[in-house]
C-alpha cells in the first residue's frame, strides 16, 4: 500500500523559515519517476498547487514549476535514497496559513495558465500557521 506522510509543519512568525518534508512508502524504487508536487488548503479557500518537480516524461524531466503566489521563496526538491521529497519555504508571512499537503503521480500533467491537474497519490496534510 502506497503512502505519502507530511511533517515538519507548525507555527513560526513572519519572515521566518520552515522545511517541509514528505516520506513516501509503498512505491519501492519506482518512487524515484514519480512526478511530485506540494498544495495547500487556507481556511475556507480551495487547494491550490504551489509547486511541482517534474520526472516522469524525458521532455520535461528536471522542471519544476511554482504558483506566482511563492514563486522566488519556496523550494521543491527531492531525495530519492530516502525517498522523501520537500518545501523548503522561506519568508513566510500570514497568507502562507494552510494545510499543506504533498502529492505524486506517476505520469502527472505538468501545471499550465495557473491550472494544477489532478494527481494518484496524496499525504493527509501537515499544519502550518505564521503569525503576524
Known amino acids: 500500500q502506497v503512502q505519502l506522510v507530511e511533517s515538519g509543519g507548525g507555527l513560526v512568525e513572519t519572515g521566518g523559515s520552515l522545511t517541509l518534508s514528505c516520506a513516501a512508502s509503498?512505491?519501492?524504487?519506482?518512487?524515484?519517476?514519480?512526478?511530485k508536487c506540494w498544495f495547500r488548503q487556507a481556511p475556507g479557500q480551495e487547494r491550490e498547487g504551489i509547486a511541482c518537480l517534474s520526472v516522469s516524461d524525458p521532455k520535461w524531466r528536471g522542471n519544476t514549476y511554482y504558483s506566482e503566489s511563492v514563486q522566488g521563496r519556496f523550494t521543491i526538491s527531492t531525495d530519492n535514497v530516502r525517498n522523501t521529497f520537500y518545501l523548503r519555504m522561506v519568508n513566510l508571512g500570514p497568507q502562507d496559513t494552510a494545510v499543506y499537503y504533498c502529492?505524486?503521480?506517476?505520469?502527472?500533467?505538468?501545471?499550465?495558465?495557473?491550472?494544477?491537474?489532478?494527481?494518484?497519490?496524496w499525504g493527509i496534510g501537515t499544519l502550518v500557521t505564521v503569525s503576524s
Open positions: 502529492a505524486a503521480d506517476p505520469d502527472f500533467r505538468p501545471p499550465s495558465n495557473g491550472v494544477w491537474y489532478h494527481m494518484d497519490h
Open positions: 509503498g512505491f519501492g524504487d519506482a518512487f524515484a519517476e514519480y512526478d
